[in-house]
């Protein structure tokens, strides 16, 4: 194996091995890999760094089932309401049922991350939660505050866990940005997403001040949902972009960061409001110049900029230090281009708490049926309902379906509900 014997039909097969003498395991790694990700964990400041070839969705549900070993099965997680579904898919296979940490504070949107201390706080006080689950940043480029967050929790005897997906980045961002440097305990980052590295690379990190426990049966954990064949291509495309980050791309993305803040500075002056505060991320909220995030995208599209996402608020675009010279005044140019309009409203569709008739795991494995959305009032969810980006959820299995949820999923264009039969 593999069959392609290198034939380059693609391109990258001459670098798709399989685990041959002295290409070292992914799950056992004591060879080359395993220097590859100790080189990873002393760049990130961790005690531990293991690789995925299958996504942060790997790294998630390794990190949820390394907590459970570590604590028990009888320890509660408390968990962010935003979070994407690869969290809930590790819930549901680990039989986790989540303490929801609803937002306090007014959330302007599904997506965002408007998880406070205090919300963590309150959860905390009243519970026998001993492990808190953070999405930060999130799809639109918020950042929670991972440090007193950090704090909450361990005052309260709680790990910290970081859903970092769209922060790889952030370490060479500036100071005291990564999740670990704030103090969490474990959290995962998309290399894919930021770093220049493949599809399907993202690290999974372990801080030095974590229980030992965790580090200790990481690799098991991981290797109880990945496949045995893990990409090759992926691993070294991991080790490329972190030998980079030793070889100028930390300082490339630390100046990248304040180009990306100045161009946000000027899509304002054209008169498009930015939201977010992630170094690295362009969030519009274009309402007040007259479009909605969907149809500004189609601005964009026809300007040869196509976005990260949108919805009916907001724009995301993710430029990384690998854009084209130049790419960054073509979006300036084009903000500047798109003329302003009247202001659009639009009734935008925020979290709210569906009542709960049973938990994740039973939902899910209850028998399913699927009917249309207009008449899902009152049945129970079988599988998360999302939207498909960002994937958040906005109603989860287990969950009771009402009108007003019902207007949120169609606001996303969810037509059909999966339901308990
Ligand atoms: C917040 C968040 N977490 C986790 C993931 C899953 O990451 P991956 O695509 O690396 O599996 C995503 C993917 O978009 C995400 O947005």
Known sequence: MPGHKGSPLLGPEVLDITEIKGADYL?????????????AAEIYGAGRTLFSTEGSSLSIKGMLACVRACL????????????????????ILLGIDPVWIWPETHSDSICASHITPSDVEAVL???????????????LGNMADVSRIAEVCHRHGALLLVDNAHGAYLKFAGEGLHPLDCGADICCDSAHKTLPALTGASLLHISRSAPAGLADCAKAEMSLFASTSPSYVIIQSTERSISELSNGLAERIRSFCKEVSSSRERISLAGFTTVGDEPM????????????????????????????YSDSAYT??????YNKDGDLDKVIKAFE??????????????????ERAMGLR????????????????????????????????????????????????????????????
């Open 316 to 321: 995301v675009l993710m430029p990384s230090p």
């Open 362 to 421: 039973e939902a899910y494995f209850s028998g399913s049926e699927r009917i249309p959305v207009d008449k899902a009032a009152g049945r129970i969810c079988s599988r998360t309902a999302l939207s498909c980006q960002p994937s958040v959820p906005v109603i989860a299995g287990g969950e009771v379906f009402d009108e007003k949820i019902i207007k949120i999923l169609k606001s996303y264009s969810i037509f059909e509900a999966d339901v308990v039969k």
């Open 125 to 139: 006080k009243n519970s026998s939660v001993k492990a808190v689950y953070i999405t930060s940043p999130d799809y």
């Open 337 to 354: 281009d798109i003329p302003r309009r009247y202001a659009v409203k639009d009734e935008l569709p925020r979290l709210i708490r569906p």
């Open 281 to 308: 991320k362009i969030t519009v909220a274009p309402m007040s110049a007259g479009y909605t995030g969907n149809d500004l995208a189609d601005e964009l599209r026809k300007r040869g900029i196509e976005p990260e």
């Open 72 to 91: 028990g099965p009888d320890a509660k997680i408390a968990a962010g309401r935003n979070c994407h579904r690869a969290f809930i898919n590790g819930c």
């Open 27 to 39: 799950f056992e790694a004591e060879g080359i890999i395993r220097q590859s990700e100790d080189l």
